[in-house]
Nanobody
Framework: QVQLVESGGGLVQPGGSLRLSCAVS????????IGWFRQAPGKEREEVGC????????WYAASVKGRFIFSRDNAKNTVYVRMNSLTPEDTAVYYCAALEGVYLCSGYEGFYDDWGQGTQVTVSS
């Protein structure tokens, strides 16, 4: 059973930075994607980006491109997102999700099968 656990959320002032971690276990496929999503109360869920297991290639949504950076540590079975230049509009619960059996991560927003519990990121004014 695939399990994902997010951590690292918290309260940060505008312009600040946070790093979120996603610990992944139970994956069995050779290729998979790890997506990062966020959802604010009353707002639709949006994908902020993803990273592939095959070559570490990444995709970023326009709203976070240039500010968020994904990385992975395969030895620790952990994926990270470094979030810089945070604004109040970045306030949301952030989730990581896994989709097994794909080579590239881009284009699978509606197909992720396994999800973490989420971690709250609050950017205060």
């Amino acid at each position: 059973q695939v399990q994902l656990v997010e951590s690292g959320g918290g309260l940060v002032q505008p312009g600040g930075s946070l790093r979120l971690s996603c610990a992944v276990s139970g994956l069995t496929k050779d290729y998979y994607a790890i997506g990062w999503f966020r959802q604010a109360p009353g707002k639709e869920r949006e994908e902020v980006g993803c990273i592939s297991s095959s070559d570490g290639s990444t995709w970023y949504a326009a709203s976070v491109k240039g500010r968020f950076i994904f990385s992975r540590d395969n030895a620790k079975n952990t994926v990270y997102v470094r979030m810089n230049s945070l604004t109040p509009e970045d306030t949301a619960v952030y989730y990581c999700a896994a989709l097994e059996g794909v080579y590239l991560c881009s284009g699978y927003e509606g197909f992720y099968d396994d999800w973490g519990q989420g971690t709250q990121v609050t950017v205060s004014s």
